[in-house]
């Protein structure tokens, strides 16, 4: 018997069942490695006791200089690393600076509270819980839960306890709430400033689709936010964020004291290829340019909010040169709108296929090294794009009165 149209529209509708065992998989991995890894001397401590030198310990002697009355002095690398090798317990090569705004002292103090070796997994299970929350909403069925713990970038945040489930749940809590709790959701990409690498296409957005109420709800909150870490810590702080602004650009994109095996933009492709400095920026500016092109059309058309949502989220991605893995997690609200979108319309059976060899990209970095993970948010941008009809002749019209349906 031949199936009737409506099955097949349904099957096409599920998750294939080795998809759900790969994230499965991924998934148990994920909650059995970092135990494991702890016992053996392969996380956060080594078998003689010693502290790896990770992020985590960037953000608790951040934290512990503060509480010390010296929060301007995070700034200086110099000093603080010797706070560093005094939390490891040994040196090591190199310097793992401060680059944050002064308004992420606030979690680096509260976490410099609490012992180090409790500390440094606390973080990394505190941040993941509205992370997952946040993909759980997004995905609107269970198996967001799954989703989210089993994206692979999970390991590598987890690993070394960054920030990046907090940035991820605020990216995707701004675009949940954005269609039906917009002052809620420029609350949390107020929030998002201690990242400002990730301020370029959000203001943009939000001023060509008119959502004015979510625009001065972030300015507010972005405002509040650098206030109430001004007189907690001084002046001086944020003198010193803005003073190391060039530091930090001369030693990750002009030096790449970090590796650029380690950043994922396109910059760091072209200068890991050979590529000068100069070609790398000019690269970069023109992706840049391209993607505030896409996104604001993709945002001014009549497509689904969900694509939206993910084109949005993998331009904020693709647009800064200044992407470490851990970042990488936004990919994950992209995906998590891709399924939603699919789950509701059906899926079309190469974008599992391409959806697979993004997370096999972002795998392997673990084991190769290089930039693969801006390879996979190329895949996902082109599954976005694939999506939304744009490239095709009947693409959707743009809206004279721009709107966000649920």
């Not at 072209?270 to 993607?291: D, H, K, N, T």
Request: charged share 10%; glycine share 10%.
């Amino acid at each position: 018997m031949s199936s009737t149209p409506s099955a097949t529209i349904a099957n096409d509708r599920q998750i294939p069942e080795l998809a759900l065992k790969v994230c499965f998989a991924l998934a148990v991995l994920h909650v059995v490695y970092f135990p494991v890894a702890y016992l053996a001397g392969g996380y956060i401590f080594t078998s003689e006791g010693l502290g790896h030198p990770s992020d985590f310990v960037t953000v608790w002697s951040a934290g512990r200089m503060v509480m010390d009355g010296h929060a301007a002095l995070v700034y200086d690398w110099t000093l603080h690393k010797q706070v560093q090798v005094a939390t490891l317990g040994q040196g090591y090569p190199g310097n793992l600076g401060w680059h944050y705004p002064p308004p992420y002292l606030f979690i680096a103090t509260g976490l410099a509270y609490l012992p180090y070796a409790f500390s440094y997994p606390f973080y990394a299970v505190a941040s993941f819980i509205p992370y997952a929350g946040v993909m759980r909403g997004i995905v609107g069925r269970p198996i967001g839960w799954l989703l989210a713990l089993s994206f692979p970038v999970v390991f590598a945040n987890a690993m070394v306890s960054q920030n990046g489930f907090v940035t991820a749940a605020l990216i995707g809590g701004t675009l949940l709430f954005l269609p039906t709790r917009p002052i809620l959701a420029g609350a949390f990409l107020g929030l998002l400033t201690y990242k400002p690498q990730y301020g370029i296409l959000f203001p943009i957005i939000l001023i060509a689709t008119q959502q004015w109420r979510t625009f001065f709800s972030a300015s507010v909150v972005a405002l509040l936010l650098a206030v109430l870490s001004w007189v907690a810590f001084g002046t001086d702080s944020w003198i010193g964020f803005f003073h190391g602004l060039s530091q930090t650009e001369q030693a990750f994109l002009s030096e790449g004291r970090a590796g650029w095996d380690k950043l994922q933009s396109l910059f760091a492709t072209i200068r890991f290829i050979g590529g000068s400095e100069r070609l790398a920026w000019a690269c970069q500016f023109v992706l840049m340019a391209a993607v505030v092109v896409t996104v604001v059309v993709l945002w001014r058309s009549r497509v689904r909010y969900a694509i939206k949502a993910a084109g949005l989220a993998t331009g904020v991605v693709l647009a800064t040169p200044y992407l470490f893995l851990y970042d990488m997690m936004v990919l994950a609200v992209a995906v998590a709108f891709l399924v939603r979108d699919g789950l509701r319309t059906g899926f079309k059976p190469y974008e599992w296929a391409l959806l697979a060899l993004a997370f096999f990209l972002l795998c392997i970095f673990v084991l190769v090294g290089g930039p693969t993970g801006f390879g996979a948010a190329v895949i996902i941008a082109a599954i976005t794009l694939a999506r939304s009809g744009l490239l095709r002749r009947d693409a959707p019209p743009l809206n004279v009165a721009p709107s966000l349906p649920a």
